[in-house]
C-alpha cells in the first residue's frame, strides 16, 4: 500500500511570510493527524481529523495556523505569518480507528529565519 | 491526562549486544495501547512495536521486544542483537480514547560498530 505523501521535503522562509504543507493519506484512513516536532523534542499533535471535521484543535495557534482537509483526503496546513519559534518539522500522520497506530509520512522541516 | 516520560535522552550498543530504552507513564484509563517509533535521520517516524494493556504477554517483533509493567506503568523496549541500521531516535507513545497520541521526549541510541 501507498504511504503518507508529504511535501515539500524542506522549505526555507523568512519570517512574516506565509507557507502551506500538504499531506496525502494513505487511502482509507479516515484519520489524519498534523504533528509539529521541534529538535530535540518528540512530536506534538497541532490537530486531528476524522474524515473532513476537526476532532481537536485545541494546540494549534489559531492565530497564525490554520489546516483543512477537503472531501476527507487531502490535507493542508498554513502558517501565515511565520514566527522564529516556528521551525521544526511538520509531520502528517494517518491512522485507522482500531487498533490505533500512527502512519507518518516523511515531514516538512521548516526554517524560518 | 495523559503523560509518556524518556529519562535516558542517549544511550549507545555495541553492534550485534543488547540494549533497553526505559519508558513510564501515565493514564487514567484501564484499558489502552503502548507504541514504540523509531525516527532515523531520514526523519520518517517508524512504527517498532505495539502493546494492547489488557494483554498480559509481552509484545514481540523479530529483534525488538516488550517489558510491560503495567502496575508500574512501565513500557520498556529490549533491542536484541542490535544492527547499524538501529541508530535512530526512539519515542514511546500513548494514545488517549480519542486516539490523541502522546509522545516522550526520545531516546537517541547509536549503534556502535
Known amino acids: 500500500e501507498a504511504g503518507v505523501a508529504q511535501s515539500p521535503r524542506y522549505k526555507i522562509i523568512e519570517k512574516r511570510q506565509s507557507v502551506a504543507f500538504w499531506c496525502n493519506p494513505i487511502s482509507g484512513h479516515a484519520t489524519l493527524y498534523w504533528y509539529q516536532q521541534i529538535l530535540g523534542q518528540g512530536p506534538k499533535l497541532l490537530i486531528q481529523f476524522q474524515n473532513n471535521g476537526v476532532v481537536d484543535d485545541s494546540q494549534l495557534p489559531k492565530d497564525r495556523f490554520s489546516a483543512e482537509r477537503l472531501k476527507g483526503v487531502d490535507s493542508t496546513l498554513k502558517i501565515q505569518p511565520a514566527k522564529l519559534e516556528d521551525s521544526a518539522v511538520y509531520l502528517c500522520?494517518?491512522?485507522?480507528?482500531?487498533?490505533?497506530?500512527?502512519?507518518f509520512g516523511n515531514g516538512t522541516r521548516l526554517t524560518v529565519t | 491526562a495523559q503523560t509518556v516520560t524518556q529519562s535516558q535522552p542517549e544511550m549507545s550498543v555495541q553492534e550485534a549486544e543488547t540494549v533497553t530504552l526505559s519508558c513510564t507513564y501515565d493514564t487514567s484509563e484501564n484499558n489502552y495501547y503502548l507504541f514504540w517509533y523509531k525516527q532515523p535521520p531520514s526523519r520518517q517516524m517508524i512504527l517498532v512495536i505495539r502493546q494492547e494493556a489488557y494483554k498480559q504477554q509481552n509484545a514481540t517483533e523479530n529483534r525488538f521486544s516488550v517489558n510491560f509493567q503495567k502496575a508500574a506503568k512501565s513500557f520498556s523496549l529490549k533491542i536484541s542483537d542490535s544492527q547499524l541500521g538501529d541508530t535512530a531516535m526512539y519515542f514511546c507513545a500513548l494514545p488517549n480514547t480519542g486516539n490523541q497520541f502522546y509522545f516522550g521526549t526520545g531516546t537517541s541510541l547509536t549503534v556502535i560498530p
Open positions: 500522520a494517518s491512522s485507522l480507528d482500531l487498533p490505533p497506530a500512527l502512519h
